[in-house]
């Protein structure tokens, strides 16, 4: 039963991040205060306390996970774009 209620949080939490990050390109000083954004948005439009972790394995490649009531909801790729000299975002399916 609370497996089946996560997922469908999941599945709305996605519809509020994914269109916020989807191949998003931002600035370092942008980068901190777009993800702060983000669980902002998730807090006032499903009332659920979330925040953004990196694991010691995600340090290293660029992954930052989105985490609510203690369950992973997304990943996403952060990755420096030297050339654009911005950060650019991807989901991790």
């Not at 939490?13 to 777009?34: A, F, S, T, W």
């Not at 992954?63 to 203690?70: C, N, S, W």
Request: aromatic share 8%; charged share 30%.
């Amino acid at each position: 039963m609370i497996s089946a209620v996560m997922d469908e949080t999941a599945i709305e939490i996605n519809k509020i991040v994914r269109p916020m990050l989807k191949n998003k390109k931002v600035q370092l000083g942008d980068l901190q205060g777009m993800l702060k954004k983000i669980t902002e948005e998730i807090k006032d439009k499903s009332g659920l306390n979330s925040k953004w972790v990196r694991g010691e394995q995600s340090f290293y490649n660029g992954e930052i996970t989105l985490r609510a009531k203690g369950y992973d909801i997304c990943k996403y790729c952060i990755k420096y774009d030297l050339e654009q000299n911005l950060f650019i975002a991807t989901e991790v399916l």
